[in-house]
């Protein structure tokens, strides 16, 4: 191995050390989630969850612009000083202070907005969420930026169980109501940065030198306004549907809407995580950047269009074994909306690469066109109800896609032929699911099998056909989606089958 190859297997190990331990992260603490849930909805009354997410909105919409991208900009510099530590811990905390304040003092003016005097004392306190998560803010930046993801889980697990539930249960069985869930928020808050700093401590020495700042800020300034557009893409067709239609469409576009969105987030969120770092060293290798960005976009594509036929065939069993018989009209739309899950999950990649090079203004007007073009799109659908809706939000959604790859193509300068070659092979895939799901149901349905019953085994079929078609033709996977599960190999548990199924899955793959 030449000493040139072991920087790259290096990286390629921490890149699939840390996808392990973001998605082990991510797993755990929606389990965790889903029982504190359960416990507190049992102590608390629904006003008390209602007062705390009316505060939580404005802190939510306050949030995107409180840190000005100081954590991404600390990760994407390719060299890294003190002074870049020193003046990002400042800004942090400047700005925490800042927004603290101005929460605080627009506490009466939000409570007058939502009709709900108990929202201004909430505000106020809650408005110390800022000032807690502001200090550990740059040991979050520098942890992600080493690829500790692993020390990051641990932050997120310990802070939730110990910063949150404990307490948060303990005061609502005291009977503090919804102050048991500002403190909740608030603990977890605290005890998150607290363990961010001892984790990864850094120089706590303030500075404010101009050309470190001015750095910073010129990139943080490009990555929250994209942020800020993209907040408004992702927000534009509830506030159309919300406003023009009324709260019973709007509740069940929203329960399409986050139906569809599951796969994305849970799969797209976690490769925008790990790879924006992972590529931000990489900017000045231009070939591993582009080998880097054509693997992701494939394997991306390889998992997602298998996924979203079977979301598009199945939807009338989703909908009902997930949200209940009741929720029938959630099917078209979420029909149409499964249509994206493809370039919803693949442009987070484009987005990773955005950040990396630091190309954040050119993506912003790449965000001000999808969130104009969502907005649009839901207005002239919004004619044809909840599936016209759907259909203007997907064409917003496909044209994103598309400018992104473009945007992509012109910075690693790909070809379209590149990028085909990348994507195509999921058209097989996708094609042997689209068959087992259209043929199961068409079987069982008229059988009167429950849903649960034909979703299930129209499931485990379409994993079986996808398994066998793999291991009969490996190279239907395409170039980079062998490369990919080669790398992959040596994590698998292969260790746990026979020797001889171990050995010919390796064969097959090295004819592949």
Wanted: proline share 5%.
């Amino acid at each position: 191995m030449s000493a040139e190859d072991s920087p790259k297997k290096n990286l390629t190990r921490s890149t699939l050390s840390a996808f392990g331990w973001q998605y082990t992260s991510i797993i755990a603490q929606a389990l965790l989630q889903l029982v504190v849930l359960a416990v507190l909805s049992r102590l608390l009354s629904p006003d008390d969850f209602g007062v705390l997410g009316f505060a939580l909105i404005f802190v939510g919409f306050a949030a995107l612009f409180s840190q000005m991208g100081v954590g991404p900009a600390l990760i994407q510099r390719a060299e890294l000083t003190t002074e870049h530590v020193r003046v990002g811990f400042t800004l942090s905390m400047l700005l925490s202070l800042g927004f603290t304040a101005l929460l605080a003092a627009a506490a009466p003016l939000a409570g007058r907005f939502m009709a709900h005097d108990q929202v201004i004392q909430v505000l106020r306190v809650v408005s110390l969420n800022f000032l807690f998560t502001g200090l550990g803010v740059v040991s979050e930046a520098l942890l992600k930026r080493d690829l500790k993801f692993k020390k990051l889980m641990w932050a997120n697990i310990l802070s939730y169980l110990f910063g949150y539930a404990a307490p948060g249960i303990l005061l609502a069985w005291m009977g503090f109501g919804v102050w048991a869930l500002v403190g909740a928020t608030l603990g977890q808050s605290l005890l998150h940065s607290v363990l961010l700093l001892v984790y990864r401590p850094h120089p706590l020495a303030p500075s404010l030198a101009r050309r470190e700042a001015g750095e910073l800020l010129f990139f943080g300034g490009g990555f929250t306004l994209a942020h800020f557009l993209n907040y408004t893409a992702n927000q534009g067709d509830y506030f159309v549907v919300g406003r023009l239609a009324g709260a019973g469409p709007l509740g069940i576009y929203t329960r399409a809407y986050q139906l569809m969105m599951l796969p994305a987030k849970y799969f797209g969120q976690v490769l925008t995580v790990v790879l924006f770092p992972v590529m931000a060293r990489m900017q000045h290798s231009r070939g591993q950047l582009v080998r880097t960005y054509l693997s992701g976009i494939a394997v991306v594509t390889l998992v997602s269009a298998p996924l979203s036929v079977l979301m598009v065939v199945l939807a009338p069993e989703i909908v009902s074994v997930v949200l209940g018989p009741q929720w029938v009209e959630t099917v078209l739309p979420f029909q149409i909306l499964a249509l994206g899950v493809v370039a919803r999950s693949s442009y987070k990649i484009d987005d990773a690469l955005a950040r990396a090079l630091g190309v954040m203004y050119q993506r912003s007007v790449r965000d001000g066109i999808y969130a104009a073009g969502v907005i649009l799109g839901s207005l002239a659908g919004l004619r044809w109800g909840l599936p016209g809706v759907a259909c203007g939000v997907l064409a917003a959604v496909l044209l994103n896609y598309l400018l992104a790859m473009q945007m992509s193509r012109r910075l690693l300068e790909l070809t379209w032929g590149d990028i085909l070659r990348a994507l195509l092979p999921a058209l097989y895939p996708a094609l042997a699911a689209g068959v087992v799901a259209v043929g199961v149901p068409a079987l069982l349905r008229p059988a009167g099998a429950p849903d649960w019953f034909t979703l299930g085994i129209a499931g485990l079929l379409s994993a079986g056909a996808l398994l066998a078609l793999y291991a009969w033709r490996p190279q239907i996977l395409g170039p980079y989606g062998l490369a990919t599960l080669r790398r992959l190999l040596p994590w698998l548990p292969v260790r746990r089958v026979p020797e001889t199924v171990s050995r010919w899955l390796e064969a097959r793959l090295e004819n592949g």
